[in-house]
């Protein structure tokens, strides 16, 4: 089945730096889902990316999907104290139905004030 | 609004006890999922439902039991609880699973002794 690699699973950083988290598949994925979980909390959607190389931009986070549909990544540009939590990818199976949206495991950002 | 509720949030279990976990979405949705969480793994698929009165297995269906009798609600059932169970789970819908992003319930917390 499907496998979706997450890296790091856990990131320190100072606040103020910067924090990039990748998201690798063994196949070409339809789609990729970011969500951030924050402490005790739920999952929640951030975004979703569908075409090659496509790159969006929330304040300051940028998501990129790779030129194969098979990696993405999500950056943070100098973290804030509210960025805290785990953030996670999600890869859509082309050939999947319902249950195609494979998880990550997750990147725990920390961060020390 | 409610979104995604799920009941209930916190439940401790003897083993071999059966429960079940509610959840309901009041968005019109046609898909609804069951994930558990585990330190370290991630969100993984127990059970999912493409419409009223469909139910199909995830990735870690054993040990539970789902039905769909209505629309709004999709109901998680442990007829013999395991402390291989003890985790946390979430309930979440969308549209369909290309139109975008889950949407998430706040958690049920099992502990099962």
């Known amino acids: 089945g499907q496998q979706v690699m997450q890296i790091p699973q856990y990131q320190h950083v100072q606040e103020g730096e910067d924090f990039t988290t990748y998201c690798n598949s063994s196949?070409?994925?339809?789609?990729i889902q970011w969500y951030k979980q924050r402490p005790g909390g739920h999952p929640v959607f951030l975004i979703q990316?569908?075409?090659?190389?496509e790159v969006k931009k929330q304040k300051r986070l940028t998501f990129q999907f790779g030129e194969a549909k098979k990696n993405s990544s999500l950056h943070i540009t100098a973290t804030q104290t509210t960025d805290v939590g785990t953030y996670f990818c999600?890869?859509?199976?082309?050939?999947?139905?319902?249950?195609?949206?494979?998880f990550g495991k997750g990147t725990h950002l920390i961060i020390q004030p | 609004n409610a979104g995604v509720t799920q009941t209930p949030k916190f439940r401790v279990l003897k083993t071999g006890q059966s429960m079940t976990l509610l959840c309901a979405q009041d968005m019109n949705h046609e898909y609804m999922y069951w994930y558990r969480q585990d330190p370290g793994m991630g969100l993984r698929l127990i059970h999912y439902s493409v419409g009223e009165g469909t139910t199909a297995k995830g990735e870690v269906p054993d040990g539970y039991n789902v039905s769909r009798l209505k629309k709004q609600n999709f109901l998680l059932g442990l007829e013999s609880a395991a402390p291989s169970q003890t985790s946390v789970y979430f309930c979440a819908s969308n549209l369909g699973w290309v139109t975008g992003e889950l949407f998430f319930g706040e958690g049920s917390r099992l502990t099962v002794l």
């Open positions: 999600a890869g859509g199976d082309p050939g999947g139905g319902a249950d195609g949206l494979t």
């Open positions: 990316l569908v075409k090659s190389g």
């Open positions: 196949t070409t994925l339809s789609n």
